[in-house]
């Protein structure tokens, strides 16, 4: 949704304005986001959240981002009520912004109100208007918000930016609007999310850091003449030490200030907090590049020392690059990088910008081709696992972009990635269509180790395509992995199909795409997962839906508490245009009739049934095990394919998805997907509208990598016909049977073959190799067999689900999802045996009561 800028209250700006002066020394900008400024003033950075009417504050050194307040305002699903709030922060020197929001006054107020905004010069600055941009050598915002409690205080949050700092001041008043005391707690907030910040306190100042060393960017927030400490989990509450609320009165103020700094790393930041209060900042920008006699070394981890203190470790990022501020002397630093033993050199900051490269050893490196059958490129898992004595390798943490842990992801499977010297076991693939590659490569230092790879699809698809319906990344606030790294995860495992479903924004795949060059292997369409309460059953994916780049949630709709509610409101988004609405993982007997899980019969949700073109039911192996009768309520959501199996009897024919819901990027994608069918299986060429056709008739496989095939073929009066998964079949008097095959590629395997009728597995059409060894092959084509169906008496659905049990997809889907079983489940063909009013479901409970009066007749 388009928000509109709030406006400048200048009355008081005004009055100090004559002509507009030079620009020659003026450093302070406070400009508006347009569509026209956008991609220039933004600043880089995984967690970057600005949007269009929001408020770029920035000087020589860094760039912030004040979110315009207004109702609505949220930077991301878990991170809400930013109006006023500092949202973005980086420097320019190493721009990387990792923060997700800075809450003065503790989230406790709600600034919507922009009338109640003003900017302000500070004594002896100059000032320049030009419409929605302000220039001077110091300038001050202040929102006025008021209190989420309704205790009748307001609070006025100021910013002040002056040139030639990279930190911004803040204070915040609060005043008692009402008749009565009021205790307040001197408290800010700040998210900055994941595993991967670490926090503390910067020595003896009482200055409290919150530190994501990989990604390149640390915060440091001191409170004048405080000691600060945090309170809370992820919304980290910072409180000063011993010092208790306090008791405002009536018509009374109370007011606390400080400042939030941001560097590349702690070691700047350590050397700030000592002196942040004063007007004198000796530090000078440094400048490093470390790299060897091959060229830079990225993510190399440089700890500096400085008089006999340890100041903390930076990691190098693009290029090998290090960009701070250190005051000058004398510093040591031990350098870590992979494919190189530890390293110390000296380093001498001057007085004024120093610029140095450390040159280090030639590191042992791995160098990598990956092509397929034909000789051509083709993107690639690539994994490395330590032997005997050898460590398995960690480049980076489950939410980086193409070297994960032991993983490198390759969109074109070429690379080139330090590694450590010694003895590795190599594990090279391309998705289940594919045989995987095993190698052994002995990596000696200070040389490169080729590793060259041919990946063969050894499994016909013919006529359908992979996808993954339901994935995540940072945009979508409950994790942090980067977007580009779940393109390349998807990538590597030749998801072909795969719809952008960040949570509650819509958004696109297309610009990583583009970035990688990799157009010609995914097809992908905006989308989005509208995530409300409650959990888990309110939560819906979309797809496609129009993206409205830059403005809140990317222009898609609200949630709402009512689930039957937000189903229908994004079904009918876009002007109720053509898409896929998706139920994620659901407790279904709560939705049928269930609402408040006490085990007793009600309304439940039933309406969402109405709005649903497709259901998540994985895990697909529930379907070989169905529940106990007496299961609890709260544990019925565990296997929602059985509970599936009871919506198809009723009559509700929701075809069954699975997906991985992937929030992190090592093997996060890729051991769950879907097979569609469609006219085209070359990404170049898929259609969207056809994937929607497909998604909506059940014509879908799912499947943990074995590639199942099943037909419906009819025989009568020599007449000759076949079906596939999703068709309707009059049977009359014909004869008939299916038709199944099985391939796998050679790192998993299948041993059973079930058929389901209405939900229940017939025991006479139960083949497994031990019981039928003749139909099992070692080949490619693990099972390629006729099965005669028997004579139903009722109209039937029939689902085909292949297992292999007591197997694993093993180490190519990695050390998780590899204990998971081969298994693929066929949606239904619908099996009408004399055409009398169309097919009619059975209502079979499955030997699990419904405990719905009524819905047998639905």
């Given amino acids: 949704m388009k928000r509109s800028a709030f406006p400048l209250t200048l009355g ?23 569509p026209a400024n956008y991609d220039r003033l933004v600043p880089a950075g995984k967690e970057v959240d600005a949007i269009y009417g929001d408020w770029v504050l920035r000087n020589d050194r860094i760039t912030a981002v004040l979110a315009a307040p207004v109702e609505g305002r949220n930077a991301n699903m878990t991170v809400r009520g930013v109006g006023g709030m500092l949202i973005d922060l980086t420097t320019h020197d190493m721009p990387s912004d990792q923060l997700s929001c800075f809450y003065p006054g ?27 941009h302000l220039r001077a050598d110091s300038l001050s915002v202040t929102f006025v918000g008021t209190s989420i409690a309704g205790d009748g205080t307001t609070a006025a949050v100021t910013y002040v930016l002056r040139e030639k700092r990279d930190w911004i001041e803040y204070s915040v008043e609060i005043r008692n609007e009402g008749p009565q005391p009021v205790e307040v707690q001197i408290e800010d907030m700040l998210r900055c999310d994941g595993n991967l910040f670490r926090t503390g306190t910067l020595g003896d100042t009482g200055v409290f850091f919150a530190e994501d060393v990989y990604f390149g960017q640390a915060y440091a927030i001191a409170m004048e003449g405080k000691q600060l400490h945090k309170v809370g989990g992820r919304n980290m509450q910072l409180r000063p030490v011993d010092t208790p609320a306090a008791k405002i009165d009536a018509g009374a103020t109370w007011q606390w200030s400080g400042a939030i700094a941001c560097a590349q790393g702690i070691p700047a930041l350590q050397q700030w907090a000592q002196r942040w209060a004063s007007d004198e900042d000796p530090r000078q920008l440094v400048e490093i590049i470390v790299r060897d006699g091959t060229g830079p070394l990225e993510h190399a981890r440089v700890e ?71 000789g051509a490129a083709i993107p690639a898992k690539v994994q490395f696992l330590g032997r005997n004595s050898t460590a398995t390798p960690d480049w980076g943490p489950d939410s980086a972009i193409s070297a994960v842990k032991n993983v490198v992801y390759a969109a074109h499977g070429k690379f080139v990635q330090c590694i450590d010297p010694g003895e590795y076991e190599v594990i090279i693939s391309h998705g289940p269509e594919y045989d995987a590659v095993w190698q052994r490569i002995q990596v000696n230092a200070g040389e490169t180790t080729p590793l060259q790879a041919t990946l063969r699809r050894v499994v016909d698809t013919s006529g359908w395509v992979s996808a993954d319906f339901h994935s995540h990344s940072s945009p979508s606030g409950d994790n942090v992995s980067h977007q580009t790294g779940r393109v390349l995860n998807l990538l590597a495992e030749n998801i072909e199909f795969a719809p952008c479903t960040e949570h509650n924004r819509i958004d696109t795949y297309e610009d990583d795409l583009a970035l990688l060059n990799a157009r010609q292997h995914l097809a992908t369409c905006s989308g989005i997962e509208l995530t409300g ?39 009918l988004w876009d002007n109720a245009s053509d898409k896929i609405v998706q139920t994620n993982h659901p ?30 039911v994985h895990p697909p192996e529930g379907i070989f095990a169905p529940p106990a009768p007496d299961t609890p309520p709260p544990d019925r959501r565990k296997n929602p394919i059985f509970y599936w199996l009871q919506l198809l009897n009723l009559g509700y024919r929701i ?16 051991w769950y997907r879907n097979y569609l069918q469609s006219s085209s299986d070359d990404p170049r060429e898929i259609s969207v509208a056809e994937m929607i056709r497909s998604a909506e008739l059940g014509r879908i496989v799912m499947t943990t990598g074995p590639f199942l095939e099943v037909h419906l073929n009819t025989q009568h009066d020599g007449q000759n016909r076949q079906f596939g998964i999703g068709d309707d079949v009059v049977l009359g008097d014909a004869s008939a049977h299916l038709h199944v095959r099985v391939q796998c590629p050679n790192w998993l395997d299948i041993n059973r073959v079930q058929v389901f009728a209405n939900g229940r597995p017939l025991p006479e059409l139960n083949f497994t190799r031990r019981t039928h060894p003749q139909m099992f092959s070692e080949a490619n084509v693990r099972f390629d067999q006729a099965i005669d169906l028997p004579a139903f008496q009722e109209d039937t659905h029939l689902i085909v689900a292949v297992i292999g049990e007591g197997l694993k997809l093993g180490p190519v889907m990695g050390p998780e999802r590899g204990e998971l079983p081969p298994v693929a489940v066929s949606n239904p063909i619908f099996l009408n045996v004399d055409d009398q009013a169309g097919f009619q479901s ?9 405990m719905l009066p009524g819905l047998h007749e639905h």
């Fill in 12 to 34: 008081l700006v005004i009055a100090f304005c004559g002509a507009i002066p030079s620009r020659q020394g003026i450093a302070v900008d406070l400009i508006r986001l347009t």
């Fill in 106 to 132: 503790g989230a406790r107020y709600r600034f919507t109100d922009p009338s109640l905004c003003t900017i302000r010069r500070d004594e002896g600055s100059t000032l320049a208007l030009e419409g929605d």
């Fill in 304 to 374: 500096f020392h400085h008089q006999d203190r340890v100041l903390g470790t930076v990691h190098t990022l693009d290029a090998g690059r290090i960009a701070m501020r250190l005051v000058p002397g004398t510093y040591q630093v031990e350098i870590d990088a992979h494919g190189l033993q530890p390293t110390t050199m000296p380093l001498t900051v001057q007085a004024a910008t120093t610029k140095v490269t450390l040159e280090l050893p030639t590191a042992s490196r791995v160098a990598a081709r990956v092509v397929d059958g034909s």
């Fill in 533 to 571: 309460n409650p959990l888990p059953i309110n939560h819906q994916n979309a797809f496609p839906l129009i993206m409205h780049a830059h403005h809140q949630d990317g222009g898609g709709p609200t949630t709402d508490p009512d689930p039957v509610a937000q189903i229908e409101r994004l079904a």
């Fill in 587 to 616: 407790n279904i007997p709560q939705i049928l009739g269930d609402k408040d899980l006490d085990g007793k019969p009600d309304e439940g949700f039933r309406g969402m049934l109405g709005w649903m073109d497709v259901i998540e």
């Fill in 655 to 670: 075809p069954g998805v699975i997906n991985t819901d992937a929030h992190y990027n090592f093997h996060g994608s890729g």
């Fill in 842 to 850: 059975n209502g079979d409970d499955l030997g699990v009561p419904f």
